[in-house]
């Protein structure tokens, strides 16, 4: 086990931005990407494919005024099992500063059977910055018969607007409260994700996603506490019922902007869906999270 922390902060120069610091210790690794545009990049890591026991990952992020920045992953984080029921964590704590721009896209998180795994985001903005955050989790290594066996995983997430807390959601699945796997639990779903837009910088992004779901027929089928709310039942997240890849889509408004909840039965029609319901990032962040990813 170890205690990793990071440093990355991102400031605009003659008119792009850039990363002007970035310090990583074990387990976390941190990236610099080829700038795309007038955005910077950084990809997030750990050594060792993933994250044991005991392991604690703390990374601070400032995004400077008028500055945009993406932090990704290398692929998917992976939690190995946790033999003596103890957790690994990961805190993520950043800043956004007046006009600034800060999406976090990486790839799903993976927990292994046996695994226990704790997250913490806050989001501190100003009133004229903007955020999208996408937080997915898979059910596992479904390949080598693992769905949703872990024994427990903790999302937290706040975001804050000039000191006042807007947002606050927490995700605890835990299989000490039935099986995971159950109808009644997660089902026939194997992705679930949460997508959070907020600030000037994405609200016409947020008002179209909200329209879209808001257009969909509802189909509803057998309930999923992967959503709060109508579920729509959706193929390939282009808005027709049935098919082989059901989604489960709620959206609403939230202080400032909109957050989207999202289930499937696999985590490849999750990113289909996201690389076309999310399009703006391309622009927005100078080219597409998963370009080049499968």
């Known amino acids: 086990m170890s205690h990793g922390s990071g440093t990355l902060e991102f400031q605009r120069v003659a008119g792009r931005t850039v990363l002007t610091r970035s310090r990583a210790s074990s387990p976390l690794t941190l990236q610099s990407p080829r700038r795309r545009g007038e955005s910077a990049w950084a990809v997030c890591g750990s050594l060792g494919g ?12 400032t995004v400077g005024a008028g500055a945009t920045a993406l932090i990704g992953t290398q692929a998917s984080t992976k939690v190995f099992r946790s033999p003596e029921n103890i957790a690994c964590c990961q805190r993520l704590n950043a800043q956004v500063e007046a006009d600034g721009v800060l999406v976090v896209a990486p790839d799903p998180l993976t927990c292994f059977a046996g695994a226990i795994y704790e997250q913490r985001q806050r989001f501190e903005l100003h009133e004229t910055a903007s955020l999208v955050v996408i937080d997915w989790l898979t059910s596992g290594r479904r390949a080598r018969g693992e769905r949703w066996a872990f024994n427990r995983c903790e999302l937290a997430t706040e975001v804050f607007v000039e000191g006042r807390q807007t947002f606050r959601d927490v995700i605890r699945l835990a299989a000490a409260d039935g099986p995971l796997d159950a109808p009644s639990r997660m089902g026939r779903c194997d992705c ?3 997508v959070i837009l907020a600030g000037p910088r994405v609200a016409e992004a947020g008002q179209t996603l909200l329209e879209f779901v808001s257009r969909q027929p509802l189909t509803l089928l057998s309930p999923s506490p992967c959503t709060q709310g109508p579920a729509l039942s959706l193929s390939n997240g282009e808005g027709r019922g049935g098919g082989s890849s059901a989604a489960y889509l709620s959206a609403g408004a939230i202080a400032g902007g909109v957050m989207l909840r999202a289930a499937s039965e696999s985590a490849e029609s999750m990113l289909r869906f996201f690389r076309e319901r999310l399009a703006f990032l391309g622009e927005l962040c100078g080219d597409d999270p998963w370009s080049r990813k499968n």
Not at 50 to 61: K, T
């Open 50 to 61: 993933g994250l044991v026991a005991g392991d604690r990952v703390d990374m601070d992020v």
């Open 192 to 194: 679930w994700a949460t």
